[in-house]
Structure formats: C-alpha cells, structure tokens
C-alpha cells in the first residue's frame, strides 16, 4: 500500500505492526525495534521509510537530525527529550573498535534503560543482532526486522520478527550458531528506496557527512595512545593490502577474518577512501 505524503510503497502487514506500536507509543511504553542485516542490504532506507511513516501518524518529527551514529550523542539526546523519533543507524560502527564490549555495552544498555521512561521509538541498525548485549535482544526490543537480498541478487527484502519469535531466534544462535530466520520470521516483504523522496539533497549530504564523521572518531584522540596506536596500524595494513597488493575488499576482509579480525568488505572501502591519502605508506629500501 502507498503511504504518507512522500507516497512510497509500505507492505500492509508491516503498516499493520507499526499500527499496533503507535497504540503502545499512545500508552506508558516506549518502542525499540533492531533492524538487522548485513552491510548494504538497504537498512537504512529501511528505517528511515518506518521512521518517516511513524512521524506522520503521530506528528513527531523526523529529520537528517534524528539519526544518529555516535553512542554518547545518542544517549545525550534519548536522556534529555521525551517522545523522541531516534534512529541510532549502523550501531555496530562501535565494533570496529576492539574495545566495543568493555566500553560500549554498558553505555548501550543506559541508553535502552533511559528510553523507557521517555516513550522514545528507537530503530537500531546493526548488521549483526546478537552482537547487542542479551538484556537487549530479549527484554528490551519488541521486535525485529531483518533484511536481507532474495537469492543474495534482489535487495529489498525483509521479515518481521515478533518478540517471542526474536528472542526463540536468539536461542538458536546461542546453542547452535545458526540465525535461522526462514523458521522463526512472523512475515515477509519487500520495501522500495525512499532516502531520496524523504530527505532533500542537503538533508542527504548531511547524513553522509554524519556517517564519515563517526568512522573518522574511531581513531579519534580520545583513545589512549596504546589504542590509537593500534588502529593506526590497522587502517595501514588495510591501505598497503588495498593498494601495494592490489586486492580487492573482499579479498582483504576473507585475510583478516582468517587472522581473527572481523570486519565487512563495505568498512574496508570506506577506511581505504577515509585514510588512504591521510596514512602515507613508508616503504624501506632493501
């Protein structure tokens, strides 16, 4: 069915879902929904067409402004509004640092813990959901959505997960490691690309200025030198893979997966882009 002003395609059984949280929304409850799935699958077009839909039905705003990829901005913001439309997108840009679970999940569970109160629906994209802290995943998210490309070639695809079936996904995976979501999805659908139809180019190149910003802070000085020292000397490896053994990114992210480095192709290029005229390469004469 076509939905709000902007006019885009929405299936009616996820219009459906998002109907009955607007109702919880309208009570005592707040709402937090992960979207889940790989790098560049399409979940922040995703996102941003339920966050705009759920913006209209409730006369909430949502702008460029209400995405967010830095955890302290995030935190700051859900803490001090109220009825807040917060689209935390790509969370996981946290996990490109090491220290993502002694920092950052404490942090993460005070920003779900502070919503509650604060009658926030919050969407949060992440490629891989069980990375979130267990309190998360099993008590605090509603729901799920997971999107993903039909026979790895048609993006635009998605299931809904309900709360009981979520978390019986969640199960599986830590007893078996196999995210199941053929057997456990409440439905299925597609979704159209809607970013361009809701955000005017300025609202767009903004968002995009967000995201580099926030991959340039993981090595930003507020590391301890020990830590930057460190990702210095990853972003050059990245680089001189890249560029001095001329392979490709997925080439570079099955190498350092097999070294125990877990890292998506689609971070690769955007480190490569990022650091590959910043980070000079030093080669010895021999």
């Known amino acids: 069915m076509i939905v709000t002003d902007k006019e885009y395609f929405m299936e009616k059984k996820y219009t459906e879902k998002l109907d009955l949280l607007i109702k919880r929304l309208e009570g005592t409850d707040d709402v937090v929904i992960i979207i889940d799935g790989d790098e560049g699958q399409g ?5 941003a067409g339920t966050c705009y839909y759920v913006s209209q039905m409730m006369g909430r705003k949502y702008d460029v402004n209400n995405i967010f990829f830095n955890l302290d901005e995030v935190i700051d913001f859900a803490a001090k509004t109220k009825e807040q439309i917060i689209h935390f ?58 999107i993903y490309s039909r026979k790895d070639m048609q993006k635009g695809r998605f299931c809904y997960f309900t709360k009981k079936r979520k978390n019986s996904l969640y199960h599986d995976w830590t007893k078996k490691k196999i995210k199941n979501y053929k057997k456990y ?30 991959i340039m802070s993981i090595t930003a000085t507020k590391q301890k030198p020990r830590e930057a020292k460190w990702m210095e000397q990853r972003n050059r490896l990245i680089v001189g893979l890249r560029k001095k053994l001329n392979l490709n990114s997925p080439a570079v992210q099955e190498l350092l997966i097999s070294w125990g480095v877990e890292i998506t192709a689609s971070q690769i290029r955007e480190l490569t882009t990022l650091y590959g005229q910043q980070i000079p390469l030093q080669t010895k004469n021999t």
């Open 43 to 47: 979940k922040t077009e995703f996102s």
């Open 89 to 146: 997108d790509e969370a996981a840009l946290g996990l490109l640092t090491t220290q993502w679970q002694q920092k950052a999940q404490q942090k993460f569970i005070q920003l779900i813990m502070t919503s509650r109160k604060k009658k926030h629906f919050i969407l949060i994209c992440i490629p891989k959901f069980h990375r979130l802290p267990q309190y998360v995943i099993e008590e605090r998210t509603i729901g799920m959505v997971h």
């Open 185 to 214: 999805h409440s439905f299925h659908g597609s979704f159209p690309l809607v970013m361009e139809k809701i955000f005017d180019d300025e609202g767009l190149k903004e968002y995009e200025r967000k995201k580099d910003e926030a």
